[in-house]
């Protein structure tokens, strides 16, 4: 079970008092690994037996993990972090219920999901920094608290939501941005699948003009560059109209890589269209399309 499973599956069962150790433990985490037991009774403000009940039950939900040495500690488990922000968007009226998961994988769990007015929604659970962070720090000289997975895993849902602030008010095909908490994004849900989903593509030359255009538009209108940009994060809809996905990783066009990252966008694009479909587009033009230096594009 992915920790998003878990995390739906129990979040109903979960009290006011279950939810108020969750909260304990994870604003002390920026302390401590391992929370120890004492400062879990103080900051709840409960006597010894009610925070052992409570630890009892969230780790048999399997919300938190213990540890015996060198004290008895306690941290948050993914599946924890996940009904922080699930209680947190259900309080704002942004989240009502949970349906299938559209797409579970390394670094993200994705669920189909209603708002309180019966509307579909996707809701993108990220999940970063699993593994080795303790080599990370010692290699890079960050501190504890910056390679966190709760830090990275926050981080990564801010920065797609302001990406997605930024680019869907310029009319870029991406998905509505509803909501962020913690590391959880709200948007619009999409009926599509990954183009590289797709056995066929109908009308491959359209859709390809379609995604250059709107690689144009987010760089000439919106100053941003994707910097992910594959048959994997373009979904494509019934009706044929495509959308851009997945932007933790997107860059202001006065990054120093930017020209860089934005070549290797485009590059990964033009290169699925001609395995696929033959279709060859010369790189200098593609990018000077996308750049506005010309203002049309023509397939030779
Ligand atoms: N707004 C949405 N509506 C419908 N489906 C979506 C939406 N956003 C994402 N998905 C589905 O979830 C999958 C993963 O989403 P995304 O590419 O944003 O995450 P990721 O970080 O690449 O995750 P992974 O580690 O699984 O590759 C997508 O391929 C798509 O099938
Ligand atoms: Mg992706």
Redo the contacts with the bound molecule.
């Keep these: 079970m992915s920790s998003a499973e878990v995390a739906v599956k129990v979040f109903r069962d979960l009290e006011n008092e279950d939810f108020r150790v969750l909260n304990v433990i994870e604003a002390a985490m920026s302390k401590h690994e391992f929370v120890p037991k004492e400062v879990i009774t103080k900051y709840a403000k409960f006597n010894i037996e009610e925070t052992e009940f409570r630890i009892n039950r969230l780790l048999k939900m399997r919300l938190i993990r213990g540890r015996r040495t060198p004290y008895v500690g306690y941290t948050l488990n993914y599946a924890g972090y996940d009904c922080l922000a699930i209680n947190a968007l259900v309080k704002a009226e942004v989240l009502e219920s949970f349906g299938k998961p ?7 769990d ?1 669920y ?1 999901a209603l708002n309180p007015k019966g509307e579909r929604i ?1 809701v ?1 659970f ?1 999940r970063l920094g699993r593994i080795s962070f303790r080599q990370t720090i010692r290699k890079r000289g960050y501190t504890l608290r910056h390679t966190h997975w709760l830090y990275q895993s926050r981080l990564a849902a801010e920065k797609e939501f302001q990406a997605l602030n930024i680019v869907y008010p310029k009319r870029v095909a991406v ?1 509505k941005p509803i909501s962020q908490n913690r590391h959880v994004i709200a ?4 009926e ?3 183009l590289a989903e797709w056995k066929e593509i109908p009308k491959p030359q359209k859709i390809l003009k379609e995604i250059l255009r709107n690689i144009r538009i987010t760089y000439c209108k919106a100053g941003v560059i994707h910097a992910d940009l594959s048959e ?2 373009i ?1 494509l809809k019934p009706n044929l109209k495509v959308l851009i ?2 932007w ?1 990783q997107y860059v202001k066009k006065d990054h120093p890589n930017a020209q860089q990252l934005l070549t290797r966008d485009v590059k990964n694009i033009l290169k699925f269209f001609k395995r696929k479909h033959g279709l060859k587009v010369k790189l200098k033009e593609a990018l000077d399309y996308v750049t506005g230096k010309a203002r049309t594009l023509s397939f030779q």
Aim: net charge negative; hydrophobic share 40%; charged share 25%.
């Design positions: 559209l797409g579970v994988g390394k670094e993200s994705v189909d996707a993108k990220h998905p948007m619009g849900m999409i599509g699948a990954e994997y994060n979904l996905i997945d933790p």
